[in-house]
């Protein structure tokens, strides 16, 4: 989906404004003297708005799970904002095989050292994968299942005829550039490792104004890569796009008691002088002796009072990014089911079960808001990935020019149907659009 949809070179009101202080300034005429009316059958300037092509893809099954592949465009009923849109173009891909393009396929891509090589112009098959290897949230001890899931989706996923890029947020320092050559993930997967903080590297680690610095800081970092990615791929149109996005997730308010030392745990696990000697004496927000000033762990401090709101709106700007790029994000967990904390994290199985909850719906977030799934508390990856492979290779591209050209509408709800009876239907539901950059 094309979010940059409408094109402002100058609105109205300051191409008037601008007449106005022309006129005045012009020479030889007097100051304060208004300007000379404009000649007989002189014509008012036409202020004209280019409005892009929106695309969306669409997924019909009926009442089993299979893909109806004889949909018509007459058969399609696409709202914007509850307004009927008139759908200018219906593209069919199936088993990738393209049909009923109306549209001309995109220009082909210069050769060069980060472009693969052009294939030819008549060739709008094939999708378009990156995948996201987010080791900054991966731990270390999972290394081995996160490789093996690479290896998965290579033999499951990717075929051939399809372009990926694989990045990695942290250091593992993968930046494949897109391809068709799928000895290029061996690459990746030798080089893939895990990063992620362990519970008592964000218990006993720094607090900042927002809360644990260096989680704030990781989930900055991984959001900014992505979104960098989705922004590339909004400028590659008439393909299947979608971002594998692996990782263990993200909670910006982990491990909340522990880290304010609620006395009672600490001192019963760990001892209360062992603890004031690692942490020091301010660890319950006051002095260890100091009982009256104990945190109780219900009420949220004045750091963490907006960390759920602050990861659900970075959650909702990345999702945006992916509507805006017609690009849908599977996000995959590598833990698969988790159970309890090892031993030697030293965290309250209760706060680890929070821990792990909020991760996992953030993954969830980005899956369902995009059109994808959460593969997430499961261990079954090749099943997930041939769902995955399916949805991605059975699709319709519907596209349209919308007729609301309000550019203070920045989101659009998005609501396709489909007229025959006993058919179910996925498609994306909203899109924003971009800001338009200052000249």
Request: hydrophobic share 35%; charged share 25%; with cysteine.
């Amino acid at each position: 989906m094309q979010g940059d949809c409408f094109r402002w070179p100058v609105t109205g009101a300051l191409l008037l404004l601008a007449g106005t202080v022309l006129l005045a300034q012009a020479p030889g005429s007097p100051a304060g003297q208004a300007p000379a009316a404009p000649e007989q059958g002189a014509q008012n300037p036409t202020f004209r708005v280019t409005v892009d092509l929106v695309t969306s893809d669409v997924i019909a099954r009926d009442a089993r799970g299979q893909f109806v592949a004889d949909l018509k465009k007459d058969d399609f009923e696409l709202y914007e904002d509850g307004v009927l849109q008139d759908i200018a173009s219906l593209v069919l891909v199936h088993g990738g095989r393209v049909s009923n393009l109306a549209l001309p396929p995109p220009a082909a891509p210069p050769e060069g050292i980060i472009l693969p090589p052009a294939r030819p112009m008549n060739d709008a098959s094939g999708r378009i994968f990156i995948l996201f290897i987010d080791d900054l949230h991966l731990d270390f001890k999972n290394t081995g299942r996160v490789r093996e899931l690479l290896k998965k989706i290579k033999n499951t996923l990717i075929h051939q005829g399809d372009m990926f890029g694989v990045v990695s947020s942290g250091t593992s320092s993968i930046e494949i550039d897109l391809t068709y050559d799928l000895k290029r993930i061996d690459e990746a997967i030798k080089k893939t490792m895990g990063g992620a903080l362990k519970p008592t590297d964000i218990i006993q680690g720094p607090e900042g104004a927002e809360g644990p610095t260096e989680v704030r800081y990781r989930a900055h970092v991984a959001f900014s890569a992505a979104a960098d990615m989705l922004e590339n791929l909004s400028k590659v149109h008439n393909r299947r796009k979608a971002l594998i996005y692996v990782s263990n997730g993200y909670d910006f308010n982990p491990f909340q008691k522990s880290r304010y030392g609620e006395a009672e745990f600490f001192e019963n696990r760990f001892g209360a002088a062992q603890l004031r000697q690692t942490q020091g004496d301010d660890t319950y927000g006051g002095t260890a002796q100091n009982q009256g000033d104990r945190y109780d762990g219900n009420t949220p401090r004045g750091n963490d009072r907006w960390a759920d709101a602050d990861l659900v709106r970075e959650l909702a700007e990345l999702t945006r990014a992916a509507n805006r790029a017609n690009t849908t994000i599977y996000t995959i967990d590598p833990r698969g089911l988790v159970g309890m904390p090892d031993l030697d994290d030293k965290v309250d199985p209760v706060e680890w079960q929070e821990f792990v909850t909020n991760s996992i719906n953030s993954l969830r977030v980005l899956a369902e808001l995009t059109g994808g799934i959460a593969v997430v508390n499961q261990n079954d990856f090749e099943k997930a990935l041939k769902r995955i492979d399916a949805e991605t290779s059975d699709y319709y591209m519907l596209g349209y020019y919308s007729n609301n050209p309000d550019p203070l509408k920045r989101t659009r709800q998005i609501d396709v149907k489909v007229k025959r009876k006993d058919i179910d239907v996925w498609s994306r539901k909203s899109y924003s659009l971009r800001t338009n950059p200052r000249r």
